[in-house]
């Protein structure tokens, strides 16, 4: 069974510049998760999906970022415009909406805003 | 709102020693605990979990933890580690509903030779 998929693993921009992140899910995964890990720390939780419906944004820097899951499958990350401070690890998760707790994450996109 | 707090950002330990890896939280509310392992390159993979029932949860290469109510901690033990266990090690926190997920800063283990 294929795990989690994101692309592009690495991704090296100059700020005020724009950058998307793809994820595709686990086949059947109707709940889909965006965090943000910066260096040294823990997994932050940026958005949460339920099929194609942002049930939880709250942590979402909405001036800036936006994402979509058009479908209820695969789901897009963006930044526009990208700061010096987005410089962190994008990472995706999925999961089976009634086993909220085991959630199954990709290798995460790596950004660098030089 | 929950918080976790992994008070050891890095620990080294020589292969075959005994680990114990630190991670306490904060919650209103009753909990789920997790722990998560990424290793060098790799996306986070979940270790173990305590939901309820036996306060001891087990990993099928070793690890184990114990939820402790009254200090309100979930450490990790491995009682004897192997190079292959250098990773870094997230404890997590979610309500009974599986939302409000918080990871802990994480620990870096090194198993030296």
């Known amino acids: 069974e294929a795990g989690v998929v994101q692309s592009p693993r690495y991704k090296i921009i100059e700020k005020k510049q724009p950058v998307a992140f793809w994820c595709n899910p686990i086949s059947g995964h109707n709940t889909l998760y965006w965090y943000r890990q910066n260096l040294g720390q823990g997994p932050e939780l940026l958005i949460r999906?339920?099929?194609?419906?942002?049930?939880?944004d709250s942590q979402l820097p909405k001036d800036r970022f936006s994402a979509e899951r058009l479908k209820g499958v695969d789901s897009t990350l963006k930044i526009q415009p990208a700061e010096l401070g987005d410089s962190a690890v994008y990472l995706c998760?999925?999961?089976?909406?009634?086993?909220?707790?085991?959630?199954?994450f990709g290798p995460g996109t790596r950004l660098t805003v030089l | 709102a929950q918080s976790v707090t992994q008070l050891d950002s890095q620990v080294p330990v020589f292969e075959e020693a005994p680990v114990e890896l630190r991670c306490n939280y904060s919650s209103s509310v009753s909990v789920y605990l997790f722990w998560y392992v990424q290793y060098p390159n790799q996306g986070l993979q979940l270790l173990l979990k305590y939901l309820s029932g036996s306060t001891l949860v087990e990993s099928i290469n070793g690890f184990e933890a114990e939820f402790n109510k009254s200090q309100t901690s979930f450490h990790l033990r491995k009682p004897s580690v192997h190079i292959s266990d250098t990773a870094e090690y997230f404890c997590a926190v979610s309500d009974p509903y599986g939302q409000n997920f918080v990871f802990g800063p994480g620990t870096r283990l090194s198993v030296l030779p």
């Open positions: 998760a999925s999961s089976l909406r009634q086993t909220y707790n085991e959630q199954f």
């Open positions: 999906y339920e099929n194609e419906e942002a049930v939880d």
